[in-house]
């Protein structure tokens, strides 16, 4: 490193003010620099390891989230379709007791407890059709897509 100065002053008690230059010439040479290039090398390659050790953690992370949203949509999915064969089940359930009712073969309550059956296999659909629909939407988050809130599919 080489630096310069150079100054122009008046000085003095008395006018007029004296005046004189002065000037300077500074080198300085690193003879020894007590290895730090080499522990800077070394500093920035742990840091390397460190950045790409946080890469792959993310990537299993990424693939770990993929996989558990996948499963939970599936699970949600064949919930909705047994709901689904549930509400058959219930609707035919009840259309017998209304017929056994209507032939005097039944008691009332057993056409309460069919309607009664019926609204909770309902309910039942509805809410797995809400959650298959968590599900679908936490898998696309997942996947990094933009969702869709029209209804269209």
């Known amino acids: 490193v080489i630096s310069g100065s150079a100054n122009y002053m008046y000085v003095g008690t008395d006018t007029p003010l004296d005046h004189g230059w002065t000037a ?14 080499q522990y800077k090398v070394l500093e920035l390659q742990a840091n390397l390891k460190t950045i790409n050790a946080r890469i792959k953690e993310l ?18 999915d064949e919930r909705r379709l047994g709901a689904e064969v549930l ?6 359930n009840l259309d017998l007791a209304n017929e056994r ?22 309910f039942s659909h509805i809410s797995a059709q809400y959650d298959h629909k968590i599900a679908l939407a936490r898998l696309e988050k997942a996947m990094g897509r933009q969702i869709d809130y029209s209804g269209k599919e």
């Open 87 to 92: 509400v058959r089940q219930s609707k035919e």
């Open 101 to 122: 009712y209507a032939a005097g073969l039944a008691i009332n309550v057993e056409v309460v407890d069919a309607i009664y059956m019926y609204a909770n296999a309902q």
């Open 24 to 37: 300077g010439v500074t080198v300085s040479v690193p003879i020894f620099n007590g290895f730090s290039t």
């Open 59 to 76: 990537k299993q992370k990424i693939a770990l989230e993929l996989e558990q949203e996948f499963l939970a949509m599936r699970e949600s």
